[in-house]
Antibody, heavy 124, light 112 residues
Framework: QVQLVQSGAEVKKPGASVKVSCKAS????????MHWVRQAPGQGLEWMGWINPNSGGTNYAQKFQGRVTMTRDTSISTAYMELSRLRSDDTAVYYCARDSRSAAAGPSPRFDPWGQGTLVTVSS | QSVLTQPPSASGTPGQRVTISCSGSSSNIGSNTVNWYQQLPGTAPKLLIYSNNQRPSGVPDRFSGSKSGTSASLAISGLQSEDEADYYC?????????????FGGGTKLTVL
């Protein structure tokens, strides 16, 4: 079955960077866009951007441009999201989510499935 | 402040029908399709409705979606206790700076 397994929780100091991984299985990794979404404690969902695992092309939400980098390693079917210059308000659960449409159709806001989430805590 | 507006809460009794609204603008719902997600307590979100009114395989037909103009709605009929969750709408938002996915602020559904 299609599954996304993310790396474990992280604790970082303000100003540091964090890199979260998302290992895909059960489907052709390069055939579907991967999105990243975060959720601050008790808050709603916030889209961060997508990566095309086939080409490596990316598109980031305006809010995160200059601070976020999405990459992938096709040899191990894994996507990565790195966020730099962390602040306390970056404390959140970070999710990877596969686009449910084939990459040939372009990205969509239709995410299925989602990873289990990675809690990133930013604290001095 | 979310780009898409949802009521923060909704409630109903078992068996009842409830609806959750999602209001946007011409740059998002007015020109793009709407998806809905269900987030059960302590879990990752799950796709519930896509392309305004389509249900993924495995989603009960008690859940339905609709869209009109710049607003969308999620309806849940025959409400069950396991439907208690947070619900989010999502759509593309097209602006001069590009195309972003925007979410509603979420609606917490309580089954009384």
């Amino acid at each position: 079955q299609v599954q996304l397994v993310q790396s474990g929780a992280e604790v970082k100091k303000p100003g540091a960077s964090v890199k979260v991984s998302c290992k895909a299985s059960g489907y052709t990794f390069t055939g579907y866009y991967m999105h990243w979404v975060r959720q601050a404690p008790g808050q709603g969902l916030e889209w961060m951007g997508w990566i095309n695992p086939n080409s490596g092309g990316t598109n980031y939400a305006q809010k995160f441009q200059g601070r976020v980098t999405m990459t992938r390693d096709t040899s191990i079917s894994t996507a990565y999201m790195e966020l730099s210059r962390l602040r306390s308000d970056d404390t959140a659960v970070y999710y990877c989510a596969r686009d449910s449409r084939s990459a040939a159709a372009g990205p969509s806001p239709r995410f299925d499935p989602w990873g289990q989430g990675t809690l990133v805590t930013v604290s001095s | 402040q979310s780009v898409l507006t949802q009521p923060p809460s909704a409630s109903g009794t078992p068996g009842q029908r409830v609806t959750i609204s999602c209001s946007g603008s011409s740059s998002n719902i007015g020109s793009n399709t709407v998806n809905w997600y269900q987030q059960l307590p302590g879990t990752a979100p799950k796709l519930l409705i896509y392309s305004n009114n389509q249900r993924p395989s495995g989603v009960p037909d008690r859940f339905s979606g609709s869209k009109s103009g710049t607003s969308a709605s999620l309806a849940i009929s025959g409400l069950q206790s396991e439907d208690e969750a947070d619900y989010y709408c999502a759509a593309w938002d097209d602006s001069l700076n590009g195309r972003d996915v925007v979410f509603g602020g979420g609606t917490k559904l309580t089954v009384l």
